[in-house]
T-cell receptor, first 116, second 115 residues
Framework: AQKVTQAQTEISVVEKEDVTLDCVYETRDTTYYLFWYKQPPSGELVFLIRRNSFDEQNEISGRYSWNFQKSTSSFNFTITASQVVDSAVYFCALIMNNNAGNMLTFGGGTRLMVKP | DTGVSQDPRHKITKRGQNVTFRCDPISEHNRLYWYRQTLGQGPEFLTYFQNEAQLEKSRLLSDRFSAERPKGSFSTLEIQRTEQGDSAMYLC?????????????FGPGTRLTVL
């Protein structure tokens, strides 16, 4: 069975602070795929990143960076110099390799509040 | 390039009524997915189509739930005899299937309230 855990249900920071959102996953597959999505108050899930289990390079995209560590089954997301527009719920999700339907298994989400 | 659209955005109904939601995927996408999201939770998978074929429906919540994608384009999700526990956000996503683990792109969702 697969599982995604986002232990931080809510984080509050002041604008320009850095913030890290934690994601820990469980899967028996050796090949799997990890995703992060952002859900602003409007409700639409916005795709941020996809990572394959065989590629452990960290990735940076502007103020966003992701740290993938297979040894600890974690795929953490850092926002540098946070802005009010970053306020949203962020979801980490997993697809296992033997999942022919590409069903996404989501964590419970982390609500990020960035205060001015 | 338009994204995934869903209609209606909000639906209020009385218990026992039937409701139908529509999803229009990104035009070149051959896969379409339905998820349900309850308050404070992550989305949970319900069903998916590849073109017009429904390839997984065992996770539909009960036999009151059904979905169609008759011509491989738009899809509908119907809930019969609604119950208060059906109140949730219903999300549609689409992807272009090239192999494993397509990236799914989501629509804005339909928020259902059952009174």
């Amino acid at each position: 069975a697969q599982k995604v855990t986002q232990a931080q249900t809510e984080i509050s920071v002041v604008e320009k602070e850095d913030v890290t959102l934690d994601c820990v996953y469980e899967t028996r597959d050796t090949t799997y795929y990890l995703f992060w999505y952002k859900q602003p108050p409007s409700g639409e899930l916005v795709f941020l990143i996809r990572r394959n289990s065989f590629d452990e390079q960290n990735e940076i995209s502007g103020r966003y960076s992701w740290n993938f560590q297979k040894s600890t089954s974690s795929f953490n997301f850092t926002i540098t110099a946070s802005q009010v527009v970053d306020s949203a719920v962020y979801f980490c999700a997993l697809i296992m390799n033997n999942n022919a339907g590409n069903m996404l298994t989501f964590g419970g989400g982390t609500r990020l509040m960035v205060k001015p | 390039d338009t994204g995934v659209s869903q209609d209606p955005r909000h639906k209020i109904t009385k218990r026992g009524q039937n409701v139908t939601f529509r999803c229009d995927p990104i035009s070149e996408h051959n896969r379409l997915y339905w998820y349900r999201q309850t308050l404070g939770q992550g989305p949970e998978f319900l069903t998916y189509f590849q073109n017009e074929a429904q390839l997984e429906k065992s996770r539909l919540l009960s036999d009151r739930f059904s979905a169609e994608r008759p011509k491989g384009s738009f899809s509908t999700l119907e809930i019969q005899r609604t119950e208060q526990g059906d109140s949730a956000m219903y999300l549609c996503a689409s992807s272009y299937h090239r192999g494993v683990a397509d990236t799914q792109y989501f629509g804005p969702g339909t928020r259902l309230t059952v009174l």
